[in-house]
């Protein structure tokens, strides 16, 4: 008696282990939601900057230079901010954070940290919803909510 029930231990121990394998398996094989899984081709949280010649939406991944535009803000300088040289110390899923030089009409080039955070779905890409230009010159900074659609 004592050893079928040893038997009966051991088999269920068993089963219970393979079927926790094969949902392991399943979890790991199944797509994510819908939402994400269109988010962006290679998964990246991606900024949305201007065009320098056509003013248009685009999306990008540590952009090298960038036009940050003010959400739902005309096309306009004073709703911009500039940068060029940017250099990324770090790019994840929900934050990013980077040096650049940002370029003004009045004040001219001046050196720039960007932090950009808050990621967002729109239109189909997962973009950055917000950005704190911080000017170490100025002893200043500010935080921009930034355009999500390209």
């Known amino acids: 008696m004592a050893e079928s029930r040893y038997l009966r231990t051991f088999w269920l121990v068993g089963a219970l282990g393979i079927g926790l394998l094969a949902l392991l398996a399943l ?9 994400s899984a269109s988010a962006s081709a290679r998964g990246h949280t991606k900024v949305v900057c201007l065009d320098e010649s056509t003013f ?4 990008k991944f540590r952009p090298h230079h960038c036009i940050f535009h003010k959400r739902r803000a005309p096309n306009a300088k004073a709703f911009f901010v500039r940068t060029k040289h940017d250099r990324w110390k770090v790019w994840r899923h929900r934050h990013a954070r980077g040096r650049g030089t940002a370029t003004a009409s009045m ?8 932090r950009l955070f808050h990621p967002v779905t729109r239109c189909g890409h997962r973009v950055f919803s917000r950005a704190h230009f911080r000017f170490p010159e100025f002893h200043s900074g500010s935080t921009v909510k930034l355009s999500t659609c390209a």
């Open 27 to 35: 979890a790991r094989a199944a797509p994510t939601s819908h939402a």
């Open 107 to 114: 004040t001219g080039d001046t050196p720039v940290k960007i």
């Open 56 to 59: 248009d939406h685009e999306t």
